[in-house]
């Protein structure tokens, strides 16, 4: 069990089994947000503990795919939790160690000039593009 909440506890949150995978998002808005780096979790996996009726939804402008949500209190950003089969949520809200690496880097093209990469994952103007394995 991976345990999650916001700033505060007022939001808490539990995964019943590890994240699929870690990404880290370079756009000004995830930036902005102090949500860069976040993990898919299967919705089936996720269920709220408290707070749930207190998220906040910021709307997403096109080229970006998903709100944001939010602590109205502490101002923790969440991520998207709830959002469908799979969703990503901030990976800064996990209590627990998830036990994954960065597999990603998107939108290096909104990268600020003193941001640096330091991994070795493949890393995508956009959003990442899918191959055939």
Known sequence: MIKGSCCCGAISF???EPPSMMGVC???????VGASTFVFVRGDSFRWISGQDMVQRYKAIPPYKYDRCFCP???TALGEPGAGDSFPINANC???DPQIQVRFH???AEMPSWERISDEAPQ??????KTST
Do not use: I
């Open 124 to 129: 995508f103007a956009g959003h990442p593009v």
């Open 94 to 96: 996990l209590d627990d």
């Open 73 to 75: 209190l502490c101002g």
């Open 14 to 16: 539990e995964l019943s």
């Open 26 to 32: 370079h756009c000004t808005r995830c930036r902005k």
């Open 106 to 108: 998107e939108f290096v």
